[in-house]
């Protein structure tokens, strides 16, 4: 749905370990997703894409993973390091509407990596 | 150099104080956006422009008014600053390739409101 200002839920994670974000969406007819990086006191940045033609798709220890039955996203980051603690937004990146298309992102989840 | 940048990159203002946060980009970009983040909470979109002629308000447009005065600028202006109106406010552009677009941000502009 449209991005509102919830409070962003939190991960924490033991270095080392797999972290996994979750992320769900609501229109069925999206078809383009990405999800974005916050780096304390910086903007967001793209880390990965995923188009709705693909269930999975890999990048440097992350992967991606879509179900477009339950409408919902996932973010795998292998290894965690302490530069991953970050805020993670998934992003609805073809969002269709009146105007044309755009962004909605989801709420975000900050990622927290213990050492 | 940075393909987006944000001035200023920190302000402090006054109660009732008209300020303007700019924002150029170098990418050649049509499209640019102007969002809000409070710390804790996620990003909340302001106002954003299609292209030059095109100009929409987002969903928390009152008390903000824009300004795209080329392709590259885009700026932001609070015309009676209040308090909660204290936050973090992020530009960015996107490309439009097909079936969707990638957004590049700012560094962010650190507002506080007196």
């Known amino acids: 749905g449209e991005s509102v200002g919830l409070h962003l839920p939190t991960l924490s994670v033991q270095e080392g370990d797999n972290s996994i974000i979750n992320c769900a969406y609501s229109?069925?007819?999206?078809?383009?997703f990405i999800w974005y990086k916050q780096e304390s006191g910086k903007g967001p940045q793209f880390i990965i894409d995923i188009r709705s033609n693909m269930d999975k798709r890999q990048g440097q220890r992350v992967t991606v993973l879509l179900n477009k039955t339950v409408k919902h996203l996932s973010l795998q980051i292998a290894a965690t390091q302490p530069g991953d603690s970050a805020v993670y937004f998934c992003?609805?990146?073809?969002?269709?509407?009146?105007?044309?298309?755009?962004?909605?992102f989801g709420a975000g989840t900050r990622l927290f990596v213990k050492a | 150099d940075a393909d987006v940048t944000q001035t200023p990159r920190n302000r402090i203002t006054k109660t009732g104080k008209r300020i303007m946060l700019e924002c150029s980009q170098t990418?050649?970009?049509?499209?640019m956006y102007w969002y809000r983040q409070d710390p804790g909470l996620g990003l909340r979109l302001i106002y954003y422009?299609?292209?030059?002629?095109?100009?929409n308000k987002g969903e928390i447009s009152d008390g903000y008014s824009v300004s795209r005065q080329a392709q590259a600028k885009f700026s932001l202006s609070l015309e009676s600053a209040i308090p909660n109106q204290t936050a973090l406010y992020f530009c960015a552009t996107s490309d439009t390739g097909t079936g969707g677009e990638t957004q590049y941000f700012g560094p962010g502009t650190r507002l506080l409101v007196l």
């Open positions: 422009s299609f292209d030059v002629k095109d100009i």
């Open positions: 990418k050649g970009h049509d499209r």
């Open positions: 992003a609805d990146s073809n969002f269709r509407f009146a105007g044309g298309f755009k962004t909605i």
């Open positions: 229109n069925s007819a999206s078809d383009y």
